[in-house]
């Protein structure tokens, strides 16, 4: 199975993340030294993908510049002989090609994927949700990938969540035939709590067949009256054709603000030049209790 697009929906607004995401994509909110967005497409770009298909709205055309070159700051870091610099910012212009599609309505993750048909065609393409960053030794959708090659079928990732969050994910339902790996049988998106039929919880991260498309064509409004991923999937799940993958790594929801404050730690703790000044600082400021 060769997969070599991703498609990553940005068109949402946000609403979580307000007031910083008024007149910034939420996707553009910096983790330590990067937008959240290009942890993303890293990712995406380390296991092999070179075509990241946005599925974008009204006022997210920043998200494509980030990944295009700016001649005007290449120009000056060469002028000022910022060598290191530069080669960064050229290195995010040239990860990945980037092919833009408008979401024009917002109506549900599902409608989003549907929107990105045209340019996934008959190919087989991940998809990965802007705000859930995976970091660990294997990049998470890598993982999904060995699956889906192995197997031949449409693979999401699940971690193992607390029964008090299971309202806030996909839950799959479905049989363990190799360490990690599930034949999924059922999926219901956001359950109420105590119904849920496992912990096990899809985080944003699928590799997708184009037969897809079919079962997104057909939709119905699911929970909170949109178009559900979770419930196309069910199509596969009755064809016997999904698979889902337990995945290896942390995972940070940039959505909510603990996760996002963490995960810039998480990230900041990684360089050198600051681990030491940064804990001492941490350490100084716990005991104040937010004073
Ligand atoms: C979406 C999916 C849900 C999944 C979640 C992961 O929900 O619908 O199945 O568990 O992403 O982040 P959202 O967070 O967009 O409501």
């Known amino acids: 199975m060769e997969v070599r697009k991703v498609v990553i929906p940005v068109a949402g607004w946000g609403t979580r993340s307000l007031p910083a995401t008024k007149n910034i994509p939420k996707e553009m909110l910096p983790i330590f030294k990067k937008p959240v967005v290009q942890y993303v497409v890293e990712e995406a770009q380390s296991a092999g993908i070179d075509t990241v298909v ?3 709205s009204q006022n997210k055309t920043i998200i494509e510049d980030h990944f295009d070159h700016n001649l005007t700051l290449e120009n000056l870091l060469e002028r000022k002989g910022k060598s290191q610099l530069l080669q960064e910012v050229r290195d995010v212009s ?14 549900g993750l599902g409608h989003a994927v549907l929107c990105a048909k045209e340019v996934c065609k008959d190919e087989a393409f991940a998809v990965m949700v802007g705000d859930d960053l995976m970091f660990g030794k294997e990049p998470g959708i890598q993982q ?5 090659r192995t197997e031949n079928m449409a693979v999401v990732g699940v971690i193992e969540v607390p029964e008090n969050k299971v309202d806030r994910y996909g839950i799959i339902q479905g049989e363990e035939f190799r360490p990690g790996v599930f034949r999924v049988r059922n999926l219901v998106e956001k359950p109420a709590i105590g119904t849920a039929p496992s912990r096990l919880a899809i985080v944003g991260r699928y590799v997708l067949v184009p037969e897809i498309f079919k079962y997104l064509e057909k939709l119905e409004p699911g929970v909170g009256g949109e178009l559900q991923l979770t419930d196309a999937l069910q199509g596969l799940a009755n064809e016997n054709r999904l698979l889902a993958v337990k995945l290896r790594g942390q995972r940070f929801d940039a959505g909510d603000w603990v996760e996002y404050l963490t995960a810039n730690i998480y990230f900041a703790l990684h360089d050198e030049d600051l681990h030491d000044d940064l804990v001492k600082r941490i350490q100084e400021l716990v005991p104040c209790k937010g004073r």
């Open 94 to 107: 040239e990860m990945v090609n980037i092919i833009a599609v408008r979401q024009k309505v917002q109506l």
């Open 144 to 148: 999904l990938l060995d699956v889906a």
């Open 54 to 56: 946005l599925v974008t």
